[in-house]
């Protein structure tokens, strides 16, 4: 339907979700543990989720402020990428080039953070920064036998000085 809609003259962006902005349709319900008593300053945790398709921030004449809109091929397939490196134009460099190429990019800027990104995520592909350092002595080749487990299974290791 979407793709109809898309062809109808005059439209220039189209797109769908689950639940209307300020409509009021949607849950505010809390799950809770029966006799569980929250703690002062504890936050509710809501069970709501919101589905948009490709191309709804564009009909809704969102501002994209950095990055891209997400589009249909922005799937579980993409190949997920982990950039590790301390300098930040870098990460940015590669972040932005990696996505545009239709990649999931996730990034971390020291090894100490990388570790559960890359046991969380299972990457593809890991951009290593090897001579940056990674915690208390170690460097980067310390840390692939540290995740080596983790990813030999999953991905590849690319290496930069």
Known sequence: ?????????????????????????YSDSVILAEGYQMQKGESLISPSQVVASDG????MGATLVAGRFFTEADDATRPKVLVIDDSAP??????????????????????????????????????????????????????????????RASADILFDR
Request: charged share 15%.
């Open 1 to 25: 339907m979407l793709d109809r809609i898309r062809t109808v003259p005059g439209v220039t962006h189209a797109g769908v979700t689950s639940t209307l902005p300020f409509s009021g349709s």
């Open 56 to 59: 709804y921030f564009e009909a």
């Open 90 to 151: 870098t990460r940015e460099f590669l972040e932005m080039c990696l996505t545009s190429a239709g990649c999931e990019v996730v990034t971390a800027s020291s090894g100490v953070g990388a570790v559960p990104l890359v046991e969380w995520q299972k990457p593809d592909l890991v951009l290593l920064d090897i001579v940056m350092p990674f915690g208390i002595g170690r460097q980067g080749f310390e840390f692939v036998n540290q995740i080596g487990d983790v990813l």
